[in-house]
């Protein structure tokens, strides 16, 4: 079962993932273009930087895979361990090693997200640079 920590982290990835996709440049007809043929330019130009790029905006990255389970518990045994080899209260030490262990594993959970939505930005605006070429090319301003 999933707890609470990883539903959350794993929908802010999914948010941050469709945020980032979502984010497209605003196209103008310069040279008086109908809609029709914004329209095509748009499909053509959508095909073109996605061939050139190799991204999908339509298809975002999949969420990063949750981080291993354990923190806690692996904090609690370590915790166990010290205060059985210092002659301290073992549960007291154990509970301490839990709370290390459960913020080692949320900060290692937060860097990966971070990384994750970073490359995902830079792929986005890859890709946005390469649809807004292609518009430019045919007489759009792209904003």
Do not use: H
């Amino acid at each position: 079962m999933k707890s609470m920590t990883q539903i959350a982290i794993g929908a802010a990835i999914l948010s941050l993932s469709f945020a980032a996709w979502a984010q497209n440049p605003s196209v103008y007809p310069a040279k008086g273009q109908s809609a029709t043929q914004q329209s095509k330019d748009d499909g053509e130009c959508y095909a073109w930087a996605k061939k050139s790029t190799g991204i999908d905006p339509a298809s975002p990255p999949p969420a990063a895979a949750p981080q291993r389970k354990g923190g806690v518990a692996r904090g609690a045994a370590a915790g166990a361990a010290v205060g059985a080899i210092g002659g301290n209260d073992v549960g007291n030490a154990a509970a301490k090693g839990a709370v290390v262990g459960g913020v080692a594993q949320r900060s290692r959970a937060k860097g990966a997200q971070q990384q994750a939505s970073a490359q995902q930005s830079q792929q986005s605006q890859t890709y946005n640079n390469a649809y807004a070429a292609c518009m430019s090319g045919r007489g759009y301003t792209v904003k």
